[in-house]
């Protein structure tokens, strides 16, 4: 089974300079954010494009919080699309780092894919807090690809058949959209731009021809890098593709960009070994959890109000019960040479009516039910499955839980 770090996504809405309202997605990691980039989505997509979504969600995964939007006039954004130029698609990149820079931190990376590829190399000069831009399949020019998209893509189907056909009719509804963008303009802001540029670029792109790539490469001053996507297509369509982009994208990364000060506690303020240490991330239920030598996050699912970025607490307090059985079990078998291969244990937590537990010696309102299943491989007499149960009562947290507990509490403000 391939489990997928965890990623929290976050739905939210900016205004473009006259005010519209655009519709965007920010993705970050559970845990700290190390910088914050910008997608743009190729022209006719929307931001729930797959390459989009995978390549948010892989750099997430990676550290990085990633916004993504649809411009004016497309996919859940306001506005007319008819009304918008090419500058307007620059000034949209703009906007959404301004709202990641008044809302969270502005962005280290810009990153546009196909047509918007161009964009963000424009937009990269307005932005001072960008080290590195990302083009993904984007051409060198305008003229060509109008072109191209008026007269239709040859040897195409299925997804990028049906994107060029919706290119093709925005362009008919937009006549204008290239107007105020020339080949010229573009060499001029790639080689002004002073930002580190990787160019990722299949050779079997049969949209966007691999001499475009070159050419963006060849117009930009160092340091500048360029990568095949190898076997990808124009969307990169496949998974495997838009993952591969995405680790890429956060390897080079790496080399140019200053991670954000983190949520670091004051060295006097660390947990000693044996000691935790929970602090609030949001405001409302999510929580980093440190003990001196591990991070791990605890929330509440989404219908209590919570983000479900990590278990809830009652699904923790279950957690380190089943690992102290199982704990507790490998060491006696181990002692006793017991044939057992696996231990797992299943827990379960509920509140019941005092009444229908006949062994509590609370008889009114509600007690807590703790159950445990406690799976044995292993060649064992009946005489040894019985020693289990009562060995697994002998767990330290088992103990602690129905034991008294001094709990103490007192508040310290700074």
């Given at each position: 089974?391939?489990?997928?770090?965890?990623?929290?996504?976050?739905?939210?809405?900016?205004?473009?300079?006259?005010?519209?309202?655009?519709?965007?997605?920010?993705?970050?990691?559970?845990?700290?954010?190390?910088?914050?980039?910008?997608?743009?989505?190729?022209?006719?997509?929307?931001?729930?494009?797959?390459?989009?979504?995978?390549?948010?969600?892989?750099?997430?995964?990676?550290?990085?919080?990633?916004?993504?939007?649809?411009?004016?006039?497309?996919?859940?954004?306001?506005?007319?699309?008819?009304?918008?130029?090419?500058?307007?698609?620059?000034?949209?990149?703009?906007?959404?780092?301004?709202?990641?820079?008044?809302?969270?931190?502005?962005?280290?990376?810009?990153?546009?894919?196909?047509?918007?590829?161009?964009?963000?190399?424009?937009?990269?000069?307005?932005?001072?807090?960008?080290?590195?831009?990302?083009?993904?399949?984007?051409?060198?020019?305008?003229?060509?690809?109008?072109?191209?998209?008026?007269?239709?893509?040859?040897?195409?189907?299925?997804?990028?058949?049906?994107?060029?056909?919706?290119?093709?009719?925005?362009?008919?509804?937009?006549?204008?959209?290239?107007?105020?963008?020339?080949?010229?303009?573009?060499?001029?802001?790639?080689?002004?731009?002073?930002?580190?540029?990787?160019?990722?670029?299949?050779?079997?792109?049969?949209?966007?021809?691999?001499?475009?790539?070159?050419?963006?490469?060849?117009?930009?001053?160092?340091?500048?890098?360029?990568?095949?996507?190898?076997?990808?297509?124009?969307?990169?369509?496949?998974?495997?593709?838009?993952?591969?982009?995405?680790?890429?994208?956060?390897?080079?990364?790496?080399?140019?960009?200053?991670?954000?000060?983190?949520?670091?506690?004051?060295?006097?303020?660390?947990?000693?070994?044996?000691?935790?240490?929970?602090?609030?991330?949001?405001?409302?239920?999510?929580?980093?959890?440190?003990?001196?030598?591990?991070?791990?996050?605890?929330?509440?699912?989404?219908?209590?109000?919570?983000?479900?970025?990590?278990?809830?607490?009652?699904?923790?307090?279950l957690a380190g019960l089943g690992a102290c059985t199982s704990m507790t079990l490998r060491m006696y078998a181990n002692h006793k040479k017991l044939p057992i291969e696996r231990i797992s244990v299943r827990l379960d937590h509920e509140k019941v009516n005092a009444k229908d537990c006949p062994n509590c010696k609370t008889q009114e309102g509600k007690v807590d039910r703790i159950t445990r299943e406690i799976h044995i491989t292993g060649d064992l007499t009946p005489e040894q499955h019985r020693r289990i149960v009562a060995i697994a009562n002998r767990c330290p947290v088992h103990k602690t839980i129905h034991g008294e507990?001094?709990?103490?509490?007192?508040?310290?403000?700074?």
């Amino acid at each position: 089974m391939n489990v997928q770090p965890i990623t929290r996504r976050e739905k939210l809405t900016f205004s473009n300079e006259q005010g519209t309202k655009l519709s965007g997605l920010l993705e970050q990691p559970a845990t700290d954010t190390k910088a914050f980039a910008v997608l743009s989505h190729c022209f006719t997509c929307s931001k729930d494009i797959p390459a989009a979504t995978h390549i948010s969600r892989t750099l997430a995964a990676r550290g990085f919080g990633v916004l993504r939007f649809d411009f004016t006039g497309l996919g859940n954004s306001e506005g007319n699309f008819a009304d918008t130029t090419f500058s307007t698609h620059i000034r949209d990149i703009i906007q959404a780092a301004n709202y990641l820079r008044e809302n969270f931190a502005a962005p280290a990376l810009l990153i546009g894919h196909s047509l918007s590829g161009v964009a963000v190399l424009s937009a990269a000069r307005e932005i001072p807090e960008v080290a590195g831009v990302i083009t993904i399949a984007a051409p060198g020019d305008t003229e060509s690809i109008r072109g191209l998209l008026e007269d239709g893509v040859p040897d195409t189907d299925g997804e990028i058949h049906g994107m060029t056909a919706l290119a093709r009719q925005r362009l008919k509804d937009n006549r204008y959209f290239f107007a105020d963008i020339s080949a010229s303009k573009i060499k001029e802001g790639i080689q002004a731009m002073g930002k580190a540029l990787l160019v990722l670029h299949s050779p079997r792109d049969k949209v966007v021809g691999l001499q475009h790539a070159r050419n963006i490469f060849e117009a930009a001053r160092h340091p500048k890098s360029f990568i095949s996507l190898d076997k990808a297509d124009h969307l990169l369509t496949q998974r495997e593709d838009s993952q591969y982009a995405g680790e890429i994208i956060a390897t080079w990364a790496g080399r140019y960009i200053q991670p954000m000060n983190t949520t670091e506690l004051p060295i006097s303020e660390e947990p000693e070994i044996g000691e935790v240490v929970v602090t609030e991330r949001d405001g409302r239920f999510s929580q980093e959890i440190r003990t001196n030598r591990h991070r791990l996050l605890a929330d509440e699912p989404i219908d209590y109000g919570g983000a479900d970025i990590g278990p809830s607490p009652y699904e923790l307090l279950l957690a380190g019960l089943g690992a102290c059985t199982s704990m507790t079990l490998r060491m006696y078998a181990n002692h006793k040479k017991l044939p057992i291969e696996r231990i797992s244990v299943r827990l379960d937590h509920e509140k019941v009516n005092a009444k229908d537990c006949p062994n509590c010696k609370t008889q009114e309102g509600k007690v807590d039910r703790i159950t445990r299943e406690i799976h044995i491989t292993g060649d064992l007499t009946p005489e040894q499955h019985r020693r289990i149960v009562a060995i697994a009562n002998r767990c330290p947290v088992h103990k602690t839980i129905h034991g008294e507990i001094d709990d103490q509490a007192w508040v310290i403000s700074d």
